[in-house]
């Protein structure tokens, strides 16, 4: 919402290191609607949200114990569900794409996917992503190349998952 106005973009740009491309700038203009003319007390408000929300570098405790579950089993004595083959399903694109982008870099030495609707599916390895179709993530979670894969609800439909024994809803 900040970036609706010319000055909340400044702000965004001198004090918090957000990049817009061109393609942006225009897409703005057009859409601009009464609803988008922000008064300068809800451009200063909008400023200390976005301040308060850059202090926070704490992980979400629902990743960490979908982590811990991953690495260690349910009971710390039984099988890590990475292993097993899990699927992590989240609501949100850019919820499975934090949590994927993360495992990734939590557990480096796995290759994790990411199975999302249109062309925004891929594999994380090492925290880097690689765009991938569909249908390759699904082959490579049949040979077992995936062993953690993480979904919006475009993987809840047409996707077999019987070698993902594991299942963490988020």
């Known amino acids: 919402m900040l970036a609706w106005t010319e000055e909340g973009r400044q702000i965004l740009i001198d004090e918090f290191d957000v990049t817009f491309e061109e393609d942006e700038d225009t897409a703005e203009e057009e859409a601009v609607s009464e609803v988008k003319k922000l008064e300068p007390e809800e451009i200063q408000c909008l400023h200390e949200l976005v301040e308060l929300l850059s202090l926070n570098h704490d992980k979400d405790p629902k990743y960490g114990i979908a982590l811990d579950i991953l690495q260690h089993g349910v009971d710390h004595e039984s099988i890590p569900w990475k292993e097993k083959g899990c699927i992590l399903f989240s609501q949100y ?61 475009a993987a809840s439909e047409g996707l077999n998952l019987q070698t993902l024994s594991s299942l963490i809803n988020l």
């Open 93 to 153: 694109y850019d919820s499975a794409h934090f949590v994927a982008q993360s495992l990734s870099q939590d557990i480096p030495d796995m290759s994790i996917g990411l199975y999302a609707g249109g062309d925004k599916s891929g594999v994380f390895e090492s925290g880097i992503f690689h765009k991938a179709l569909k249908e390759d993530i699904k082959a490579m979670v049949k040979r077992h190349e995936i062993k953690v894969l993480v979904g919006t609800d």
